[in-house]
């Protein structure tokens, strides 16, 4: 595992917020009161670890951009293994590759909320597989071409293609920033609005109403192994997991109660299971966003 410099009270604390922005009607959206107490509490914790060893060489503006950056790319995996979860307990029919499937009921979820702050969660996580993307190059271990997910310049790509399909004046910058020709940013509609109506329909029909019993959705939160321990008290103490799980419970009607935790795993990873019927986020997972946005992120921070 790499050692890392990370603000992991500032990552944890941004991330509920994000949650709860994810799309309607799968995630409610909170009051301008809500978004002012979180974002008090960043500030907070930003002033609090100002002086930590773990920021040293970090200026308060490329700290706000790792924060941002691992937010954003937490949020797209979790809600990509929710787009796992919903397809298997469902019985969703796939035409395509089950990964991009998830991909888009990501995109589709954020893009649909259509706030500044899910437009900026999904365009960090188009930048994170940018970024992959160059440090695979660099360190020569890209995707296979059999790989069951896609490659990660294809899949920062279709994101980007799909926020560009969803308003192609309002992303244009991105548009331009990425180099996406104008023929295809021309044919992006056609995907985004495919991708959005076809998730939409799918999800209508699995809606709770209103005298229908919720599902038990457990949460739990592992130790820390090593040098994680930070990362999972802070995310036990804020109760990181519970607003998706209520969520869920609250407007989808599921077959059977599920799981849904942060673990130490030992590797980078986040996965839907379901034979353990558990949907699991690891802490490992955040370390390599936060040093990956330091590698390939941060010189490009002052630039923005």
């Given at each position: 595992?790499?050692?890392?410099?990370?603000?992991?009270?500032?990552?944890?604390?941004?991330?509920?917020?994000?949650?709860?922005?994810?799309?309607?009607?799968?995630?409610?959206?909170?009051?301008?009161?809500?978004?002012?107490?979180?974002?008090?509490?960043?500030?907070?914790?930003?002033?609090?670890?100002?002086?930590?060893?773990?920021?040293?060489?970090?200026?308060?503006?490329?700290?706000?951009?790792?924060?941002?950056?691992?937010?954003?790319?937490?949020?797209?995996?979790?809600?990509?293994?929710?787009?796992?979860?919903?397809?298997?307990?469902?019985?969703?029919?796939?035409?395509?590759?089950?990964?991009?499937?998830?991909?888009?009921?990501?995109?589709?979820?954020?893009?649909?909320?259509?706030?500044?702050?899910?437009?900026?969660?999904?365009?960090?996580?188009?930048?994170?597989?940018?970024?992959?993307?160059?440090?695979d190059k660099k360190e020569g271990d890209s995707v296979p071409?059999?790989?069951?997910?896609?490659?990660?310049?294809?899949?920062?790509?279709?994101?980007?293609?799909?926020?560009?399909?969803?308003?192609?004046?309002?992303?244009?910058?991105?548009?331009?920033?990425?180099?996406?020709?104008?023929?295809?940013?021309?044919?992006?509609?056609?995907?985004?609005?495919?991708?959005?109506?076809?998730?939409?329909?799918?999800?209508?029909?699995?809606?709770?109403?209103?005298?229908?019993?919720?599902?038990?959705?457990?949460?739990?939160?592992?130790?820390?192994?090593?040098?994680?321990?930070?990362?999972?008290?802070?995310?036990?103490?804020?109760?990181?997991?519970?607003?998706?799980?209520?969520?869920?419970?609250?407007?989808?009607?599921?077959?059977?109660?599920?799981?849904?935790?942060?673990?130490?795993?030992?590797?980078?990873?986040?996965?839907?299971?379901?034979?353990?019927?558990?949907?699991?986020?690891?802490?490992?997972?955040?370390?390599?966003?936060?040093?990956?946005?330091?590698?390939?992120?941060?010189?490009?921070?002052?630039?923005?």
């Open positions: 595992m790499r050692n890392v410099i990370r603000p992991l009270m500032s990552i944890i604390l941004l991330l509920p917020f994000a949650l709860m922005f994810a799309t309607e009607p799968l995630f409610a959206q909170p009051t301008a009161s809500d978004a002012e107490q979180v974002q008090a509490r960043i500030d907070a914790a930003a002033r609090a670890h100002a002086g930590d060893e773990r920021y040293k060489g970090l200026s308060p503006k490329e700290r706000q951009g790792l924060v941002e950056f691992v937010a954003g790319n937490m949020l797209f995996a979790l809600l990509h293994e929710m787009g796992h979860a919903i397809v298997g307990e469902m019985g969703l029919y796939v035409l395509g590759k089950d990964e991009d499937a998830a991909d888009s009921f990501a995109a589709t979820r954020l893009i649909g909320v259509g706030s500044g702050f899910s437009d900026r969660v999904l365009g960090e996580a188009a930048k994170g597989w940018f970024m992959t993307n160059r440090r071409p059999y790989d069951a997910h896609g490659l990660d310049i294809v899949r920062a790509y279709q994101i980007v293609c799909f926020m560009v399909g969803s308003n192609e004046e309002k992303f244009k910058h991105l548009a331009d920033e990425t180099k996406l020709p104008k023929d295809r940013q021309d044919s992006c509609a056609v995907d985004y609005n495919r991708a959005a109506n076809s998730w939409g329909l799918a999800l209508n029909a699995h809606l709770r109403a209103p005298d229908q019993p919720k599902t038990k959705i457990d949460v739990i939160y592992g130790d820390g192994k090593d040098n994680l321990q930070d990362f999972a008290q802070a995310a036990r103490s804020i109760m990181l997991l519970e607003p998706v799980a209520q969520h869920a419970a609250d407007l989808f009607v599921w077959p059977a109660p599920f799981t849904m935790e942060m673990q130490s795993c030992g590797f980078i990873n986040a996965a839907w299971v379901a034979s353990t019927r558990k949907l699991t986020l690891c802490y490992e997972l955040a370390e390599d966003f936060a040093e990956l946005y330091r590698a390939y992120g941060v010189a490009r921070a002052d630039r923005r």
